[in-house]
Nanobody, 124 residues
Framework: QVQLVESGGGLVQAGGSLRLSCAAS????????VAWIRQAPGKEREFVAT????????SYADSVRGRFTISRDNAKNTVYLQMNSLRPEDTAVYYC?????????????????WGQGTQVTVSS
């Protein structure tokens, strides 16, 4: 079992930056692919970015590519999401999720462990 805790959310002006962290506990998750997913009010959950267990492969949603960067530090059991050039449409609750295996996927249904989420609000 893996427990995930997100942090780093907050209120930021458009054009600003935030770095989200996802810390794992319970057991090491260096063998797990991890993703960031977001959910805006009144909308379905949306894939944002994912990274393989080794960190060698990543994938991004078109809406964030070039602005967001996912990375991981397996020694610290932590995955990060650096968000730059934030826009009001990036406002959402951001969730961290992990797979039971190391291969990344953009399909939200294939993620086995989920955190509680952290709110990101971008003002215009």
């Amino acid at each position: 079992q893996v427990q995930l805790v997100e942090s780093g959310g907050g209120l930021v002006q458009a054009g600003g930056s935030l770095r989200l962290s996802c810390a794992a506990s319970g057991r090491t998750f260096r063998s797990n692919a991890v993703a960031w997913i977001r959910q805006a009010p009144g909308k379905e959950r949306e894939f944002v970015a994912t990274i393989s267990a080794s960190g060698g492969s990543t994938s991004y949603a078109d809406s964030v590519r070039g602005r967001f960067t996912i990375s991981r530090d397996n020694a610290k059991n932590t995955v990060y999401l650096q968000m730059n050039s934030l826009r009001p449409e990036d406002t959402a609750v951001y969730y961290c999720a992990a797979r039971a295996i190391g291969t990344l996927t953009t399909s939200l249904y294939l993620y086995d462990y989920w955190g509680q989420g952290t709110q990101v609000t971008v003002s215009s």
